[in-house]
């Protein structure tokens, strides 16, 4: 039992790998090529319709499609029953905001371009509802390799929409139209491949069931989405949509990492952790695993990927995106303790703590609003977003502190987990950044271009920061090494 648990989460793990590298990698070249086409406000403008996407997204789900996830054997039953309600919900909160379309224009200085945007954009959370069943049953049979391919072959045919109605000047519309297809083609797939249809109806009694759980995440989602967007509202609001558009596309840039490394935490470990939360022992050796796991690959990703913002930036848009560099930095390093919230996080709804998980999101939520008023009067988006960073580092402590007065861990050893990588990391990237100072001072980089030079740097620096990284690894015998690399070569599924 423990080994099929093992070798199952292995083949979760690697094609949540698989899902989330090459969805990213898809992901990247598409918006590289739109960056570099479209301009700032173009991003703006669909950047101000991502706030009220997210909270109808958010409306759809309802916190159910994570509590079938943490429920250890959910029935036919209740597959259905969160079908027909998000459904349900989903067609009624698209009627509510196609008729606001005109009041969502006004927020944004009246910018009457958002009316028809709006409408069309908002699609998406229909057809991302319709597969938030399908999703979730393969997630909690850990067999997402459907997922994976479902993900990939909407990022193909959505990418090359939007490049396409990019290159015909249809400016903001290629980044709708390129979501509405994302959306459609997913869930398109998922229906085909997903071997399962809603065989019953709508009952109360199921609801009922994962009510409880469903509500609780359901509010902290609310509260967490809540915080993720109300830096694009208020520049978008207050500021001009420009403004909102290098914040958009630092936000965008700095998640990809954040959001993989969490989506594939989740997706893994999760449904693992869920069959083991009656099992105390086990659960803390499995967290403990988690943790220096998840560090191993989260220090030296998000601040290597911090340190080489300049050089990626200029490699790939020149000086086009440069307002956005320092933005992108800043909320790549928040990432990493977003990524350690969310992890703590998945550790209590594992145990079926979701009104703590309430709790963190609350605290989340004061911190962030102390830090806007804090900031806003500075009338400066950096120093709105350095606010932020110092309201999630706050957060972190905070989601510690809860995490172990839940379940009786230590902070210490928490924080012990999670020091031997960061450590190491924190000594590559200072010498990567050493190298990028030394290397201004040469005549040689000021006369190359800044396309030229920037992937110079970016790839000297993946070369030292990756060599030095290892080669600590390896003299301090740090034990996650020689597992990732096992793991790498097959080893793992061999045993």
């Not at 996407?53 to 036919?76: C, M, N």
């Not at 790549?332 to 996080?345: C, K, P, Q």
């Not at 001072?441 to 990284?469: C, E, N, R």
Request: with cysteine; net charge positive.
């Amino acid at each position: 039992m423990a080994e099929n648990l093992k070798l199952k989460t292995a083949r979760t793990l690697k094609w949540n790998a698989i899902d989330r590298v090459s969805s990213q990698l898809l992901y990247a070249v598409v918006g590289v090529v739109l960056a570099n086409i479209l301009s700032p406000e173009d991003f703006g403008l669909v950047g101000a319709l991502l706030v009220f996407q997210a909270f109808a997204i958010l409306f759809v789900d309802s916190g159910f499609g994570a509590a079938l996830l943490q429920r250890k054997d959910p029935t036919e039953r209740d597959y259905s029953t969160v079908f027909w309600f998000n459904l349900a919900v989903s067609i009624g909160v698209y009627a509510v905001l196609y008729l606001c379309a005109p009041l969502i224009a006004d927020i944004f200085q009246g910018d009457e371009r958002l009316i028809p945007l709006s409408k069309v954009m908002f699609l998406t959370f229909i057809l991302n509802g319709l597969a938030i069943v399908q999703t979730n049953r393969l997630m909690k049979r850990m067999d997402v390799k459907q997922i994976a391919v479902s993900n990939v072959i909407a990022l193909v045919v959505s990418g090359a929409v939007g490049v396409w109605l990019a290159l015909t000047g249809c400016g903001p519309w290629a980044l709708v139209w390129q979501s509405v297809t994302l959306a459609a083609v997913k869930s398109g797939w998922l229906w085909i491949t997903g071997g399962w249809l809603p065989r019953g109806g709508f009952h109360l009694d199921s609801l009922k069931k994962i009510w409880r759980i469903g509500v609780s995440v359901f509010s902290s989602s609310t509260l967490n989405t809540l915080c993720q967007n109300i830096y694009s509202f208020i520049i978008g609001a207050f500021y001009n949509l420009a403004s909102l558009g290098l914040y958009t596309q630092a936000d965008k840039w700095s998640k990809m990492g954040s959001a993989s490394i969490s989506q594939i935490l989740t997706s893994s470990f999760v449904p693992l952790l869920s069959r083991v939360q009656d099992d105390g022992e086990t659960f803390r050796r499995y967290v403990t695993k988690i943790n220096r796991f998840t560090a191993f690959i989260l220090f030296p990703v998000m601040l290597g990927v911090a340190t080489l913002g300049a050089p990626l930036f200029h490699a790939l848009f020149g000086a086009k995106w440069d307002g956005a560099v320092i933005l992108f930095q800043i909320l790549t390093v928040r990432g990493v303790f977003v990524v350690l919230i969310s992890l703590y996080s998945n550790y209590l709804l594992a145990l079926g703590y979701a009104r703590r998980l309430f709790a963190i999101e609350v605290a989340k939520d004061i911190l962030i609003l102390v830090a806007i008023l804090s900031t806003v009067w500075f009338d400066s988006v950096a120093t709105l977003v350095w606010g932020q960073l110092i309201a999630s580092v706050v957060t972190y402590f905070v989601s510690l502190f809860i995490l172990c007065r839940a379940t009786g861990y230590r902070a210490g050893e928490m924080i012990r987990d999670l020091m031997p990588s960061f450590s190491i990391s924190l000594t590559a990237c200072v010498a990567v950044a050493v190298m990028i100072w030394a290397s201004s001072l040469l005549p040689s980089f000021a006369a190359m271009s800044l396309h030229i030079s920037g992937i110079v740097l970016l790839a000297a620096g993946l070369f030292l920061g990756l060599g030095i990284y290892i080669m600590l690894c390896r003299v301090t015998r740090l034990p996650e090494l020689p597992e990732a690399l096992a793991y790498l070569l097959g080893r793992f599924l061999r045993r």
